[in-house]
């Protein structure tokens, strides 16, 4: 069998074989692996030996690849539910949520979400693993963990939060899983939850890459951050002012979206300057960062202001209209606004906009998963001849995401392309 490495960028393993084949001036079998990790004469000897007996060679994929947001859909990482707690009321939480749900904050900050709630949103997760399933994808867990714990660093001390979100701490491009930093302090140990994958997947061949890890300490937040009113919130995104500051790097991977060799990224409450510029260094030459703004009070992650869901395709939110919109027409790209939200007022959404609704996963070009109760954009979708996989998951919204927020995609089926000219 022929086994070879990832390469970076997410070659293929018939690529890369390619590659060792030209490289060595002969056909390339079940040796090769071994020839190259040994010095040993005698050895590949043996396995010149061995490779007259093999006709044809099988690859071995990357078990990580993935470039877009709309290829076939094969690995998918699901969060958890479990154990959830809302974070404390501090700072850099106040600023990211609105006023109406202040209390809930002063009162639960530090405990566990209700438990009838989580209880039901549990469930909705479990079934809609069990969807995806249905629908060819294989499923992947983070560890369950007590997030109750406080933990100390020289710098804060806070509790856990949940490892509900791996959209918003993992970022997979081609074949690398990049961990983010995040930005919230009872967000600083989440990635232990996905340790036990990462590690599985860098064994097998994908690359692995933690960002640096800021100290949260009060500089790395404008402690007299005023925030009042949804007026003073724009005003505030309009001037380029937001809680966190240009201390350290930091960023959420969910503020970065990507098409293939363009990514596109928001300064937001969670993801400052220098975290981006951390991102635009560590992916060039092979990849473009560009940054794009809203018209948002609340800017955090980008997936349901700004959702690419196909080449050349992107749902935009109408009431958070993109200011460099006229740069994907001139591209040549389809933006797409999605109707009005129907989820109700009194739904409770402690930490996101009703806008979860074009917050969608796209399993391949043709299917999208979509909430079961948003049969308005259910019609958007068909009118776009894409049939929706509709999955009931309202009560897991309440902690702060939809479908694209809920999972990580590890594997599509397709190869490194530009979209964006």
Partial sequence: MLRVRCLRGGSRGAEAAH??????GRSVTGWVQRALQSTSSAAAAQSHDAADHVTEPVEQECPVCSHNEWDPLEEVIVGRAENAHVPPFTVEVKANTYEKHWPFYMKHGGQSFPADHLKKAVAEIEEMCNILR???VNVRRPEPMDWSMEYKTPDFESPGMYAAMPRDILLVVGN??????????ARFFEYRAYRPLIKE???NGAKWTTAPKPTMADELYDQDYPIRTVEDRHKLAAEGKFVTTEHEPCFD?????RAGRDIFVQRSQVTNYMGIEWMRRHLAPDYKIHIISFKDPNPMHIDATFNIIGPGLVLS???????????FH????????PPTPLIPDDHPLWMSSKWLSMNVLMLDEKRVMVDANEVTIQKMFESLGIKSVKVNIRHANSLGGGFHCWTTDVRRRGTLQSYFH
């Fill in 19 to 24: 590659l060792i084949a030209a490289m060595l």
């Fill in 201 to 203: 997947y860098f064994r």
């Fill in 176 to 185: 690398e899983i990049i961990e983010a930093p995040m930005a919230w302090r």
């Fill in 134 to 136: 249905h629908e060819g």
């Fill in 330 to 337: 001139k591209a040549g790209w389809t933006v797409v606004k």
């Fill in 253 to 257: 991977a969910a503020d970065f979206i």
């Fill in 317 to 327: 939110n109408p009431d958070r209209p993109c200011h460099q919109v006229d740069m």
